[in-house]
């Protein structure tokens, strides 16, 4: 029988998709331990894992080197590749917003927008694309995005939102919400075909617990 590899994203959803895979009967404790190793066992049901940068789960997954990734559908659809999305997790929610200063709350429509930060320059290219019919310049940051419109860098920004905190303290609010966040089960197509017996049990597993 051939391992089962699992991809993992590092970072806010590691301890919560380990949680996930120990309710469905999988074994974590190599997972778990403080180990250097890139790739870790649960031997008894023949599942490996391995954890990777976020935005590179949906790569692994794609060319099959995983056959299973959790990931975040904001990652999902940054990176847009070809993949079966199985379930939502329901956990690690937000909302992937436009937020900026508070002039510019309910005047979207007539203010022209010229630049747009964001982390997630796919996401706001198509959402200023199609549903705004707007031609902006998008300006990619890797952190603390909201910085941009404070120090004149962007008019607004394209980011996550989960309590609002960050916002809040620096003065911006929530322009518009482009989608619902949250934590997803990606499959590898052809493995969905080729394994389909056993990922169907994983995906039962895991449903019975959300
Ligand atoms: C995320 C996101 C926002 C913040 C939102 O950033 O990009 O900045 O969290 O959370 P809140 O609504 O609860 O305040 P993260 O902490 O991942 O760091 P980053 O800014 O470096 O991306």
Redesign the pocket.
């Known amino acids: 029988m051939r391992y089962i590899t699992f991809a993992l994203s590092k970072g806010?959803l590691t301890d919560l998709s380990i949680r996930l895979l120990e309710g469905a009967g999988i074994d974590c404790t190599e997972l778990k331990s403080d180990s250097r190793k890139l790739i870790l066992s649960d031997e008894k049901n023949k599942i490996r894992f391995f954890l990777a940068k976020p935005a590179d789960v949906p790569v692994y997954v794609e060319y099959g080197a995983a056959d299973i990734g959790i990931v975040g559908k904001d990652t999902l659809l940054e990176e847009g590749r070809d993949l079966y999305e199985v379930l939502d997790l329901g956990f690690a929610k937000?909302r992937m917003c436009v937020a900026g200063p508070k002039e510019l709350e309910g005047k979207m429509d007539s203010v022209s927008i010229t630049r747009v930060a964001t982390?997630y320059p796919e996401v706001a290219r198509s959402y200023f694309r199609h549903k705004r019919r707007e031609s902006v310049e998008i300006i990619k940051l890797?952190?603390?995005?909201?910085l941009a419109p404070l120090v004149g860098l962007s008019e607004v920004i394209v980011?996550?939102?989960?309590?609002?905190?960050?916002?809040k303290e620096n003065g911006l609010v929530v322009l518009d919400t482009i989608y619902e966040i949250s934590a997803r089960m990606v499959v590898n197509r052809v493995s969905m075909k080729m394994e389909n017996q056993r990922i169907t049990k994983i995906i039962e597993d895991i449903r019975k617990q959300l």
């Not at 996550?160 to 960050?166: F, S």
């Open positions: 806010r937000c982390k890797s952190g603390s995005i909201e980011d996550l939102v989960e309590t609002g905190r960050t916002l």
